[in-house]
């Protein structure tokens, strides 16, 4: 079984459902970064709140790394909810 394959996410019912919670984090992040680099940008406006809009997009950054993390974590979960499933099904022929 390959990462990143459609066939993985689609093989039961729990598969199906950890797909959905990796995506709802995955879109959580990723409005969390987009929040912080338009506040950030906004802060950029004052001289007085440049610290601030610096923390911002450093904390949008990390979020925009967190991304690929995110992704890779949720198809290695399937990969292998997938293997086990194939090692039972084996079991019982």
Same mark, same amino acid.
């Given at each position: 079984m390959?990462?990143?394959?459609?066939?993985?996410?689609?093989?039961?019912?729990?598969?199906?459902?950890?797909?959905?919670?990796y995506?709802?984090?995955?879109?959580?992040?990723?409005?969390? $970064?987009?929040?912080? =680099? &338009?506040? @950030? +940008? !906004? /802060? %950029?406006f004052?001289?007085?709140?440049?610290?601030? $809009?610096?923390?911002? =997009? &450093?904390? @949008? +950054? !990390? /979020? %925009?790394?967190?991304?690929?993390?995110?992704?890779?974590?949720?198809?290695?979960?399937?990969?292998?909810?997938?293997?086990?499933?194939?090692?039972?099904?084996?079991?019982?022929?």
């Open positions: 390959k990462l990143f394959r459609h066939e993985t996410r689609q093989k039961s019912a729990e598969s199906r459902r950890i797909w959905a919670l995506e709802l984090a995955y879109t959580l992040v990723d409005f969390g $970064a987009a929040i912080c =680099f &338009t506040i @950030g +940008s !906004v /802060l %950029f004052w001289n007085s709140l440049e610290t601030a $809009a610096i923390w911002l =997009f &450093t904390v @949008g +950054s !990390v /979020l %925009f790394l967190a991304k690929p993390t995110i992704r890779l974590v949720r198809e290695i979960t399937l990969l292998r909810m997938g293997d086990y499933e194939e090692l039972a099904e084996r079991a019982e022929r």
